[in-house]
């Protein structure tokens, strides 16, 4: 494919991922989207599990997979590389379209918090979860992250390189801050019902495993220095920053 080409592809990719991360804060926020997490037709519980668990499941294996080095190896042998990162963001972008539309609603109430003050403080926590999500993107190179910056470099004919791997703001408290932001999202609501429930509860289960899979990469990847910032630097709870060994580089990012 032409170097202009590669360009549009990755272009509509990451507009079909911001189309779907807009669509997800609406989706689990009940709000602006013409279908969210609690809205449409009641499906039976069985057949509302089956389906929600089947959708869940099938972001889970794409995202992990394609996100694993041995598949990229394999996969890079059919797709270009300035284009593999694109692929994986358009395929997510697209299962999670299917989620969106196929998700069954489990309209059961979990909980239903009254209080306006303490409703407002859990839509504000949703907000910033979303917000934490951005901010994090952007610290490592949201559009490396997401394929635009790979496309880009190929469509200038410039060899790619991977972003500095540093620590910086959020990364020096937490090494996983989007994921931090993704479960504040899931969890603030003012009201809980089991659909919520159930999702928040199968992401959540999704993303302690990828994250688990994602530190064996880096480790693999950087060696000790990883190994070093893991053993300074939480990954979920904050903590004050640490100073790093005397000679040793902290290091940081999302993947």
């Not at 053993?231 to 920053?241: A, D, E, G, N, R």
Request: positive net charge; glycine residues 8%.
């Amino acid at each position: 494919m032409g170097r202009f080409l590669t360009l549009i592809y990755g272009t509509v990719a990451y507009g079909a991922f911001f189309v779907a991360f807009l669509y997800m804060i609406g989706f689990f926020g009940n709000m602006v989207v013409p279908k969210s997490i609690d809205s449409g037709v009641p499906a039976p519980l069985g057949q509302a599990l089956l389906v929600n668990l089947a959708l869940v499941g099938l972001f889970a294996v794409q995202h992990s997979v394609m996100a694993r080095t041995a598949f990229k190896s394999w996969w890079t042998r059919f797709v270009p590389t300035p284009m593999e990162r694109s692929t994986f963001v358009l395929l997510t972008s697209l299962i999670l379209a299917l989620l969106f539309w196929q998700w069954r609603s489990i309209p059961t109430i979990i909980w239903d918090i009254q209080n306006p003050l303490a409703a407002a403080l859990l839509t504000g926590l949703f907000f910033l979860g979303w917000l934490t999500v951005l901010y994090s993107s952007a610290i490592i190179d949201h559009f490396d992250l997401f394929g635009l910056r790979q496309v880009y470099l190929h469509f200038r004919n410039r060899p790619y390189t991977h972003p500095p791997f540093a620590v910086r703001s959020l990364y020096r408290i937490v090494r996983h801050p989007l994921m931090v932001g993704m479960l504040i999202a899931f969890w603030a609501t003012p009201t809980m019902t089991a659909g919520h429930l159930l999702l928040s509860l199968l992401l959540t289960g999704y993303i302690l495993v990828g994250v688990t899979l994602e530190e064996r990469d880096l480790a693999r990847h950087l060696g000790r220095d990883y190994d070093l910032y893991r053993s300074q630097t939480p990954k979920f709870m904050p903590s004050l920053p640490k100073r790093p060994a005397t000679g040793v580089p902290r290091l940081g990012g999302e993947a």
